[in-house]
C-alpha cells in the first residue's frame, strides 16, 4: 500500500479508549459509530442552514459502514434537515446509516428511506385520563382547561377566577400525578404542560445501541449537547462494553477534550480517522 501513513490509526491517549478501539477491531461486526452532526461530520458555519458534510464524509462513511454494526448519526436537528445537509440519501454502501434527529425523537432509516416517530410515552395517555379527577379534587376545575400536544398535555389556568392562585394550587398535585407515570411539570406562564422527561444524545444512543445489541461503541462529538453521549459511553464501559470517546477539535469545549480519549482536528479529523478505520478493517478482511 502506497499511502500507508494515510491509513495510520492514531492512538487513543487512554486506558480506556485503546480497550474501545481494539474491541471494535476486532468484532467490528458488533460495534456502532455514533457520531455528531454540526460541527463532528459538518464544519461550524455562520449560518447553519448553509451547513454541509465535509466533502469526504460520506465516502468514508461508505466505506466503512459495510463492516461495522451500524452507523448512527445523532442531532439536535429534524431527521430530514440532517439527511439532506449530509447528503445520506441513497449512497451505495451506505444501507445500514440510521439518523437519529430531534435528540433521538425521530429516526431516519437508509435502507427504506423513511423517517419514523416513536409512539408517544405511555405516561401521557394516563396522565390525561386521570387529570380531570385530580383538577375536581383539588377544587381546580372551574375555568382550567386542558390542551391536548400528542407528546404532552397541558393545564392552563389563565381562563380561572383567580389564575395565580389556581396555578399555584395545581403545581404540587400535577408534579404529583407526572411522576407516577414518568413524566416532568414544565411550568410556563400560567401553563403546566406534563410532558416526557427531555430525550438527549445519551438517551437515544443508549436505547439504539440496546436495540442492536451492540458490544462496542465508537462516539464523535464536539458540543455540549454530546456531553450525555460521552456520559452514556462512560455508563457503558463502567457495565462493560468497550467505547472510544472521539472530540472533534479542541479549542472549544474543553469539558469535552478532557472526557475525550482522542482528541481530532475537526471534521477533518474525523473523516480521516473514519478512513483509516474503514482501511483497516477492508484489508484485515481481505487477509
Do not use: N
Amino acid at each position: 500500500m502506497g499511502s500507508h501513513h494515510a491509513d495510520e490509526l492514531p492512538t487513543p491517549t487512554t486506558r480506556a479508549g485503546r480497550d474501545g478501539l481494539s474491541a471494535l477491531l476486532a468484532r467490528p461486526g458488533k460495534a456502532v459509530v455514533a457520531l455528531d452532526f454540526d460541527g463532528t461530520l459538518a464544519p461550524i458555519v455562520p449560518d447553519p442552514d448553509q451547513a454541509r458534510a465535509h466533502p469526504d464524509a460520506v465516502p468514508a462513511l461508505a466505506a466503512l459502514a459495510p463492516h461495522v454494526a451500524a452507523v448512527a448519526v445523532i442531532t439536535g436537528r429534524p431527521a430530514g434537515v440532517a439527511v439532506r445537509h449530509g447528503g445520506f440519501a441513497g449512497v451505495p454502501g451506505l444501507e445500514h446509516l440510521v439518523v437519529l434527529g430531534h435528540y433521538g425523537a425521530e429516526r431516519w432509516d437508509a435502507a427504506t428511506g423513511e423517517i419514523s416517530a416513536p409512539p408517544p410515552h405511555p405516561g401521557v395517555a394516563a396522565v390525561r385520563a386521570e387529570l380531570p379527577g385530580v383538577l375536581d379534587s383539588v377544587g381546580a376545575w372551574q375555568g382550567t382547561w386542558i390542551e391536548e400536544k400528542g407528546r404532552a398535555v397541558a393545564v392552563h389556568t389563565r381562563r380561572a377566577a383567580d389564575p395565580q392562585g389556581a396555578f399555584e394550587a395545581l403545581r404540587a398535585p400535577l408534579t404529583a400525578l407526572a411522576g407516577r407515570h414518568g413524566l416532568v411539570v414544565e411550568p410556563g406562564r400560567l401553563v403546566l404542560e406534563l410532558r416526557p422527561p427531555g430525550t438527549d444524545k445519551g438517551v437515544a444512543l443508549t436505547e439504539y445501541l440496546r436495540g442492536v445489541g451492540a458490544e462496542g461503541v465508537l462516539y464523535a462529538g464536539d458540543d455540549l449537547g454530546d456531553i450525555p453521549a460521552f456520559a452514556a459511553v462512560e455508563k457503558l464501559r463502567s457495565d462493560g462494553v468497550p467505547g472510544l470517546l472521539v472530540c472533534s477539535g479542541s479549542a472549544e469545549v474543553t469539558e469535552l477534550t478532557d472526557r475525550a480519549d482522542l482528541v481530532v482536528d475537526g471534521p477533518e479529523g474525523v473523516v480521516r480517522l473514519l478512513a483509516a478505520l474503514a482501511a483497516q478493517l477492508g484489508s484485515a478482511r481481505s487477509a
